[in-house]
């Protein structure tokens, strides 16, 4: 029992050991990746000692990677690029990753992100391409894209929401099912739009840039910064929008009811709070912060979206559950744990550009991550233990 | 008709076997969000294995002479394999969801996300590219059980039945239907099956009455992971040309909601699944279903956009739950980790 009257101490101010919990499984993974690529290099004929010793300094190190030298050796230290797109790329990830984590703490599962992702995508898409910049300013433009993208997610996010409040029906599958109608909606509405970039032959399937309309995200100087890479202002609005939420969630009367409704469904009832439109709000919500992921590396101006979708869901959108997991679903800890899965993203780029490996032992590692987070509580009440253990050794 | 009948049950096995994967795991109190995981592994350590025996000469040799049983022996000896394999997979999930009692909604999302990523890894290593097709010809003209293997003419009939359920077939059909019947017997007629389905009920009385829940619970995690292994092989064979390439299209999910539309019981999950194969198929091939054999393709002449059949399944698929879900009853103890002192 004693573990029992233990526990909610240990829930509570514990972000150290929260955060030394998610490091022991950051750095598990990341030996995971390497013992992976070593076993494969060793199976492997074609590869030599050196391509396995290669892969696994950049598993580690791939952000410093400036590529090879002069002598083939690979070279390392500050590089602009990578530091710039990790910050672009992480944009939509601390979106998609907060989606989740908002969900979460309602209780609920929400693996629709994609879905939300994909019509968020879609509104910004048509209202920046849609209206014309020669009459509308497109500082306007940008922001009605960017307010139309996340009513469209929040519209797409209430639809389980509204199943599972009215008609309980578990919203994982509708969810599931969402994600499925809603690639097909984009696809269809882009095959009939005429948003489908045809002048650049080269490009078949996809959806024109932004900056054919003028619109794109204002880069706030951060491209002096960071030269020659993608990154704009989005990762300050994104991570303007986490601080955001994690007041609502936990400073407002509104955040302690959604987690109140979250923590014990019946037991908010009897308190009199409507269970109901809680979880269709919190769904709603968690569409439209989704969506506005999307908006934000749509509206860049620097990206395309590959509109015959119908087969394929965005995986920025799945990858919103690793970053909300790995964060143990606090709204600042989505911004770092965003931060290190857009890193992975980059070493996987310099990983398949520079060895005979490919971008997929990331994807691997943050698996394993996400696996070991899902007893995240077990490994903090170890860390805990170890901690009070030491701590009666040294009052001896 | 047989058309018609055909794909959709190309369709629908697989979802059924995986379905009843999904049953298992959840009759013995885990959620196994797992399934689409673990059906991608399977299809690919199927579409490996078949890769690698196509290579030897014991395999080559009954293809040219066309000992057409040797052939069907290599697909089910695949089938043993991804069930195999699936099954050592889902470990991960019952160890992490039984011995550690962690979450088991993140634990299966993490082998979904593990599984093709390790696959597309091993397969960009082996292939130079993001797809394993099988090393020669297809599958069709391999592993497709054809009337003229029973002394038919190609010009010869074999009557309906024959033309729809032995022609233009796979073995893997059948396999897969027979393991369905037995299983379902097995968890509703034996004590084992009964022990199993107390676990997910009420641990603790069956804890009480001696029945051991962590056995049961890896029992049924364990048979849900064989079973979705091979019915991720079933799906590359008979829809995928025998390729896997880290996707099945969210098939295990689908399988995920065909379970819960059916109820958690095997009989409705055959009725669910023929359901939604059948809408898969109108999407696949819409414009080519003669429904009467008149020679007019009805469907295609409504002139409906292809986005639409596409979208059905789906659509459908979430009406029938909002219908049915009031009145669903999901295993009481799932999802719950079994802690001996909670009473």
Redesign the interface.
């Known amino acids: 029992?004693s573990r029992k009257n233990n526990e909610p101490r240990l829930l509570e101010g514990n972000g150290f050991q929260s955060v030394l919990s998610s490091v022991v499984s950051i750095i598990i993974g990341l030996l995971f990746g390497m013992l992976?690529i070593f076993i494969?290099g060793a199976l492997?004929k074609n590869m030599s000692m050196k391509t396995v010793w290669e892969g696994m300094r950049l598993v580690i190190g791939g952000l410093f990677s400036t590529g090879r030298g002069a002598s083939g050796e690979l070279a390392w230290g500050f590089n602009s690029i990578n530091f710039g797109n990790m910050l672009f790329r992480a944009t939509p990830l601390i979106m998609t990753g907060l989606s989740v984590a908002f969900a979460y703490k309602t209780g609920l599962?929400n693996?629709g992100a994609p879905g939300q992702y994909l019509m968020g995508a879609m509104t910004s898409l048509m209202i920046a391409l849609g209206i014309p910049s020669d009459k509308v300013h497109p500082v306007i433009i940008w922001i009605l894209a960017f307010l139309g993208a996340m009513i469209a997610g929040a519209i797409w996010g209430a639809i389980p929401g509204i199943?599972k409040a009215l008609?309980?029906?578990?919203e994982?599958?509708?969810c599931?099912?969402?994600?499925?109608?809603a690639a097909?909606?984009v696809?269809?509405l882009f095959?009939i739009s005429k948003f489908k970039n045809v002048t650049e032959s080269t490009k078949s399937g996809y959806i024109y840039k932004t900056t054919f309309n003028n619109v794109a995200t204002t880069k706030l100087g951060l491209d002096k910064l960071f030269p020659g890479s993608q990154i704009n202002g989005g990762i300050i609005i994104a991570i303007l929008i986490a601080i955001g939420i994690y007041i609502l969630m936990s400073k407002t009367t509104f955040g302690y009811e959604l987690r109140a409704c979250g923590a014990n469904k019946d037991a908010a009832k009897y308190a009199g709070l409507k269970d109901k439109r809680d979880i269709v709000l919190s769904m709603a919500i968690a569409g439209a912060l989704s969506a506005a992921g999307a908006a934000l590396y749509y509206l860049s101006g620097n990206t395309e979206l590959f509109w015959s979708t119908?087969?394929?869901?965005p995986a920025i959108g799945?990858n919103g559950?690793?970053v909300a997991?790995l964060a143990l679903t606090n709204p600042i800890g989505v911004i770092f744990s965003a931060l290190f899965m857009s890193m992975l993203n980059i070493i996987g780029l310099q990983i398949t550009s520079l060895t005979?490996?490919?971008e997929?032992?990331t994807?691997?590692i943050?698996?394993?991550i996400?696996?070991l987070?899902?007893?995240s509580?077990?490994i903090k009440q170890f860390i805990a233990r170890r901690m009070s253990r030491k701590k009666k050794e040294g009052a001896k | 008709m047989t058309f018609l009948i055909q794909q959709t049950l190309k369709y629908a096995i697989p979802l059924m076997i995986v379905a009843l994967a999904g049953v298992f795991a959840e009759r013995s109190g885990i959620i196994n969000?797992a399934l689409e995981g673990i059906m991608i592994f399977g299809a690919f350590c199927g579409v490996l294995f078949v890769n690698t025996m196509q290579d030897t000469e014991w395999v080559y040799a009954a293809y040219r002479e066309d000992k057409f049983g040797t052939l069907q022996l290599v697909v089910v000896m695949a089938m043993i394999v991804a069930a195999i394999l699936g099954a050592i997979l889902s470990l991960?999930l019952s160890f992490?969801s039984i011995n550690?009692?962690?979450?088991q909604?993140?634990?299966g999302?993490?082998?979904n996300?593990?599984?093709?990523?390790?696959v597309?890894?091993?397969i960009?290593?082996l292939e130079g590219q993001n797809t394993l097709f099988l090393a020669k010809g297809d599958a069709a003209e391999w592993f497709m059980i054809n009337k003229t293997m029973f002394g038919y003419g190609p010009k010869e009939s074999m009557g309906f039945l024959g033309d729809t359920f032995v022609h233009k077939t796979y073995i893997t059909n059948y396999i897969c239907i027979i393991l369905f019947v037995l299983l379902s017997i097995i968890l509703y007629k034996t004590k084992f099956g009964i022990r199993v389905r107390s676990c997910g009920e009420n641990p603790h009385a069956a804890d009480s009455l001696g029945i051991n829940v962590k056995k049961m619970r890896y029992a049924g995690t364990t048979i849900s992971g064989a079973l979705a292994g091979m019915g991720g092989f079933v799906y590359a064979l008979t829809t995928a040309n025998c390729s896997s390439n880290g996707?099945v299209?969210?098939f295990g999910?689908?399988a995920?909601?065909v379970m819960?539309f059916g109820n958690w019981k095997p009989g409705p999950i055959v009725g669910a699944s023929i359901l939604f194969g059948f809408f898969k198929c109108l999407a696949a091939g819409y414009s080519s279903i003669d429904i009467n054999g008149d020679g007019i393709f009805l469907l295609k002449e409504l002139g409906l956009?292809p986005?639409?059949y596409?979208?059905l399944p789906?659509?459908v698929?979430?009406i029938v739950?909002?219908?049915t879900?009031?009145n669903?009853r999901a295993p009481k103890a799932e999802g719950i980790p079994y802690d001996k002192?909670q009473r």
């Open positions: 029992m992976l494969v492997d599962f693996i199943f008609l309980n029906t578990n994982v599958i509708a599931i099912m969402t994600n499925w109608i097909n909606v696809t269809w095959d119908y087969q394929s869901l799945f559950i690793p997991m005979a490996y490919n997929y032992i994807d691997v943050i698996a394993v996400v696996y987070s899902a007893f509580l077990l | 969000l991960l992490a550690l009692r962690a979450n909604t993140i634990g999302t993490a082998i996300l593990l599984s093709p990523a390790i597309l890894f091993l960009r290593i996707d299209a969210g999910f689908l995920l909601a819960i956009s986005h639409l596409r979208m789906y659509i698929t979430l739950l909002a219908f879900s009031k669903s002192g």
